[in-house]
């Protein structure tokens, strides 16, 4: 029975991983939970699944659960996120809290030797030198959840590191994948939301809509499986079944394929390196899809892409920047206070302002975040 950590559980990926918990109760417990404010969601989990400790985001929404729950410990704050990450019964943390908020449970899940799960790409894009490190030191195996990374980290079972020739990311396109930039200008925060292929939560569903998910994902890819940028390639493949590539030295190309369903990566890094049943996910049918779909990523029409190439190549604190500019601008975007093209141009300002810090810690990495937020919402004026 492997104990679990569940950080994010009222979101997307988290509702998902109660599928997975439900479906196999032999194999996996929920421990601990944490979320943000949503208690609608919330209130039935902890009935249904009975986590000992439960975290919020804060003091209000911790005393309604308490109100609710005498029996259950809860705990408001970052702080929470922390304490059940490296609580003594649990055997794995699945990180997937939206944003850098997620970044300091990560570093305490690796130190206590936790497995960790990460759906929390924010993570790896804030600090990835900082998480690898301690996951090194510590000797933890960091198991990704992202399809793509996921998908890779299958086709890399048992083959060496050094013979890769290059990773290839898939993307979907996102709700707008066939809109020219004059379209693009006009789209409103409900057709960002439309995403074509994958039901997720609503940051991550505009991040695929203007293509930064892709190029947060690069950067993912660059630090989990340590390859240089220029080993990471990116193709459009809209019917989302190849889940991403490896090429090796001898040109031969491993894939990882299914249908789209997040399911089953969440499942894969909760079993690795073993594998369970999951009836609940759609079989792939290939003769039923018939044909599948390539093309070269435009990166004039997805300057996102370009963006977070170029942030990654220079390294240290312009990846934090990046991520906290894009944080902060999506979230104006869904408060309807910008328009969908503002999110990329604060983003590009935001980059261009800042003198890259290298090899950063922890205290530079919070602070170049924080100050990266502020001055976002300083273009708003
Ligand atoms: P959601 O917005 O659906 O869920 C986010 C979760 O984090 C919610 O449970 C939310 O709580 C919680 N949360 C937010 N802030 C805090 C906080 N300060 N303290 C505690 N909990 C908090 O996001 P997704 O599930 O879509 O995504 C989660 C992560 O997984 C992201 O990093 C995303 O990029 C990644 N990911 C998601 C995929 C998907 O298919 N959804 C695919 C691949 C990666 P509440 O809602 O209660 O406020
Ligand atoms: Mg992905």
New binding site residues.
Partial sequence: MKKISL????????LQTLDVIREHPDEFSLHAM?????MD??IPIIKEFGPKRV???DEATKKIVKAEFQDIEVIAG?EG?EEISVDADTDLVLN????S??LQATLKAIESEKQVAI????TLVTAGHLVMEKAAKHNVNLLP???EHSAIYQCLNGENQTQINNLILTASGGSFRDYTRAELAEVTVEDALNHPN?S?????TI?SATMM?KG?EVIEAHWLFGVPYDQIKVIQHKESVIHSMVEFMDNSVIAQLGTPD?KVPIQYALTYPSRLELPMSKRLDLVEIGKLHFQQMDMGRFPTLKMAFDAGKEGGTMTTVLNAANETAVELFLQRKISFLAIEDMIKKALNEHVSIKKPDLETILEVDQDTRRQVLSYLD
């Fill in positions: 950080l994010g559980a009222t979101g997307s990926i988290g944490a979320f943000g404010k949503n969601r919330a975290v919020t985001q970052k996120l997937a809290v939206m944003g908020v997620g759906a929390n790409k924010e959840v992202d399809s994958w997720m939560g609503a940051k991550i991040d998910n947060l997040m």
